[in-house]
């Protein structure tokens, strides 16, 4: 579904920092997920952050959570060619327990 | 360490035609799900089975079923399959939890003629 959102594309100069942002809709979600899906393959999951956490760290990834806007974004420090795929942002609706998925930002690592 | 294993990989069949998706995990996992990943719209739930003996739809499960034959396997099927079925279908498998992060098949790349 498509009450997550994120920007589609994303063109980023390798060694740069990439910021992928994503909005979603259920203030009551107690995690927010990253996935990364590389060309051909399933999704995997990157990083997540628990709804009481502000920022998270994680080597090269920063995940930073404004729950009163229902932000999420996710930095990649020092952007390498590796990093080129899709990210998705996922939420856990509160009434289900189910993931809903935005439509992923695919994220482009030019020389 | 397999992990979720589908099969097949590729699929080509032609409108009206039916066929069955393949899905086992190696993980003791209770939960398994099915999604649909279309470009532009992120991935979509069909059916999942939070613990062996249960199915349920999820946001798309129109045309398909669904069959948990046993805590490893979890099968999607498609009676008479249509172009607006043309997709790439994961399976996807987590813990007891559901707030556990999911573990994700390779894919199944469907084409509906």
Known sequence: GEDVEQSLFLSVREGDSS?????????????????????GAGLQLLTYIFSNMDMKQDQRLTVLLNKKDKHLS??????????????????????????SFGAG??????? | NAGVTQTPK?????TGQSMTLQCAQDMNHNSM??????????????????SEGTTDKGEVPNGYNVSRLNKREFSLRLESAA???????????SG??????????????LSVL
């Open chain 2, 10 to 14: 590729f699929q080509v069949l032609k």
């Open chain 2, 83 to 93: 172009p607006s079925q043309t997709s790439v279908y994961f399976c996807a498998s």
């Open chain 1, 74 to 99: 996710l930095r990649i420090a020092d952007t390498q060619t590796g990093d080129s795929a899709i990210y998705f942002c996922a939420e856990i609706l509160s009434n289900d327990y189910k993931l």
């Open chain 1, 19 to 39: 910021v992928i942002n994503c909005t979603y809709t259920d203030s009551s979600s107690t995690y927010l997920y990253w996935y990364k899906q590389e060309p």
């Open chain 1, 105 to 111: 930002t695919t994220v482009t690592v030019r020389a």
């Open chain 2, 33 to 50: 799900y099915w999604y649909r990943q279309d470009p532009g719209m992120g991935l979509r739930l069909i059916y999942y089975s939070a």
């Open chain 2, 96 to 109: 007891w939890d559901m707030n556990e992060k999911l573990f994700f098949g390779s894919g199944t790349q």
